[in-house]
């Protein structure tokens, strides 16, 4: 007769640590502000979660312009929804186009 199993308990939670793309992050910073088309002062803004001081990955940034970075940190959802923006839409097309133009230097 077999033994019953023991039940295990789950691992604690261990968070990964994000992905880190220093070319991702210029390749963005090369963009017009997306919330109002200024050229200038451009950072990458990262739209994933931040919790407890760590950032989403880097293949989540959108280009935005100082002020804009900083409305968009304040409220991310009023902002996006005032400047008429689809967040993921726009990381998707960054994302596919910055995987053509690495395909390209390659």
């Not at 280009?63 to 400047?83: G, I, M, T, Y």
Request: aromatic share 10%; charged share 25%; glycine share 4%.
């Amino acid at each position: 007769m077999n033994a019953p199993l023991q039940i295990r308990p789950r691992p604690p939670y261990q968070r990964s640590k994000p992905v880190r793309d220093r070319v991702y992050k210029q390749f963005i910073k090369s963009h017009p502000c997306e919330g109002c088309g200024q050229t200038w002062w451009v950072d990458p803004c990262h739209t994933g979660p931040h919790a407890y001081g760590v950032q989403a990955d880097d293949s989540k940034c959108i280009p935005l312009c100082r002020p804009c970075h900083e409305a968009f940190d304040a409220n991310p959802r009023q902002f996006a929804e005032e400047n008429h923006i689809d967040v993921a839409a726009l990381i998707r097309r960054f994302n596919e186009f910055y995987d053509r133009v690495k395909g390209r230097a390659a």
